[in-house]
């Protein structure tokens, strides 16, 4: 039987000089989980994945697949098997005329838009900047300028490799089945993707930001606020609300303690882009600090997102989406805000309602979307910060319809990755085209 190291230049198994090494760079952030791949491979190409494939089928070795390595929970990461890094395969094609693009799922987020920038196009991609667009796109996404729609559902093809070491392409009339899990099922998909075709879209002319912030004490109200504007906005403007530790405007080195709530719009206009943000600046709140709407750029909001969770720290992470009310919500709510387990932790809501397309996997199970973030430096402290996300979403799953994949923590608290109808098709889907499970499937089930 031939070795895998015969098919790429890079192939480590457990055990050898450099695996540890490999395992640790897998993931972006510093809190990298005790799993343990058998054999974690580079690959250069799309016919170097379909034979390591392959060479596992021939093996009897599970796959997964890490495209950026940005997923906080590290769901490509497992126990056993061969983990293929993608992270090489960032090629990127634009077709102006016909304003699509085909990207390698290791492509970040602003490599593609800078390509696109020169043509007047950009794309909906992570708002951290150094996201890859593979794990992204499997888990939905909701990207810069996307407004309320997830960035999956602009995916109009992908070629994978399937379970048998196949290449193919699917899209909305070929091998329907793949483009439907691949729009949406994350770490739940059973193949490889090695390139996505995008639509792309005219790049806005105007971008304009305008926060509120509150003292701690009023988050309350301000959550209660938020939501109450939320059904006033035009769907192209983005809105969360951050209770916690974020970075000061003017001095990022300084991390306030408060609520920020920031919205922003791109627009054809500034007249337009003003209009859409006015209702922040009826906020009735007492000591809300409204500021001036300035304007900005996709680039500066990639900055933004590397000052809010900034590289080099350990993260812990875990959500929910929910049609609860807010009465129900806010004794739940509290223990997590009264327990931030550091200065820069907090908790989000996101303004992420876009409707539970039927034509993909993504599944947007509620109205409201809540994410705790645990965010430090000292590894003493990861008990104490996985349960602070863990312990704390987990009691309130009676009010919770799902979790959100990118976001998810399936690892630690399996519950809910896709609604119920999606994830009985995509398991029947999965019994269909991976019958002999080649591919793992989402944490918490393997």
């Known amino acids: 039987m031939s070795s895998v190291k015969d098919l790429v230049d890079f192939a480590v198994a457990r055990g050898d000089d450099g695996y540890e090494e490999a395992r640790q760079g897998i ?49 490509s990461l497992r126990d056993g098997g061969v983990l293929v890094d993608l992270s090489a395969l960032d090629s990127i094609e634009v077709d102006v005329e016909s304003h699509l693009a085909r990207v390698g799922p290791g492509t970040k987020g602003e490599q593609l838009n800078g390509a696109l920038a020169p043509h007047d196009l950009f794309f909906p991609t992570g708002h951290c900047p150094s ?3 593979g794990g992204f796109l499997l888990g939905g996404g909701y990207g810069v300028a996307g407004g309320k729609r997830e960035s999956c559902m602009s995916v109009r093809a992908v070629d ?34 090695t390139s996505f075709h995008l639509e792309v879209y005219p ?11 509150f003292p701690l004490s009023r988050w309350e109200e301000a959550l209660r606020w938020s939501l109450t504007i939320s059904d006033k906005l035009d769907n192209d403007v983005e809105l969360y609300l951050l209770i916690g530790g974020y970075p000061d405007s003017e001095d990022p080195s300084v991390i306030n303690l408060g609520v920020l709530v920031a919205a922003t719009i791109f627009a054809d206009s500034e007249e337009a882009a003003l209009a859409a943000l006015q209702p922040l600046k009826d906020c009735p709140v007492a000591e809300a600090a ?12 990639y900055a933004l997102n590397d000052l809010i969770d900034p590289p080099g720290y350990r993260y812990a992470v875990d959500n929910m989406w929910t049609s609860a009310g807010i009465d129900d919500l806010i004794p739940q709510l509290a223990p997590i805000i009264d327990n ?53 979403m987990r009691a309130l799953e009676p009010w919770s319809n799902g979790v959100q994949l990118n976001d998810e923590n399936l690892g630690r608290r399996y519950f809910r990755p896709l609604s119920d109808p999606k994830l009985k098709k995509l398991e029947e889907l999965r019994d269909k085209h991976d019958g002999s499970r080649r591919f793992f499937s989402f944490p918490g089930l393997e």
């Open 27 to 75: 993931v972006w952030q510093e809190n990298v989980p005790d799993r343990f791949p058998d054999v974690i491979v580079k690959v250069k190409n799309q016919l170097e994945v379909a034979q390591v494939v392959q060479w596992a089928a021939a093996n009897n070795l599970k796959v997964s697949a890490r495209s950026g390595g940005h997923a906080w929970a590290a769901s």
């Open 131 to 133: 996201v890859g667009l």
């Open 160 to 193: 994978v490799v399937t379970p048998q070491g196949e290449l193919i392409r699917a899209d909305e009339t070929r091998n329907v089945d793949y483009y439907w899990a691949a729009r949406g099922s994350g770490a739940g998909f059973f193949g490889v993707v």
């Open 203 to 213: 790049r806005p002319n105007v971008g304009m930001n305008l926060s509120v912030t």
């Open 290 to 301: 409204i500021g001036e709407a300035v304007p900005t750029t996709i680039e500066e909001i």
């Open 340 to 392: 931030l387990p550091s200065p820069r932790s907090y908790l989000l809501w996101w303004l992420w309602t876009a409707d539970d397309e039927e034509t993909a996997a993504v599944s947007s199970p509620g109205p409201s979307f809540y994410s705790a973030y645990a965010i430090y430096e000292d590894a003493a402290d990861d008990e104490r910060a996985i349960s602070w996300v863990t312990e704390n």
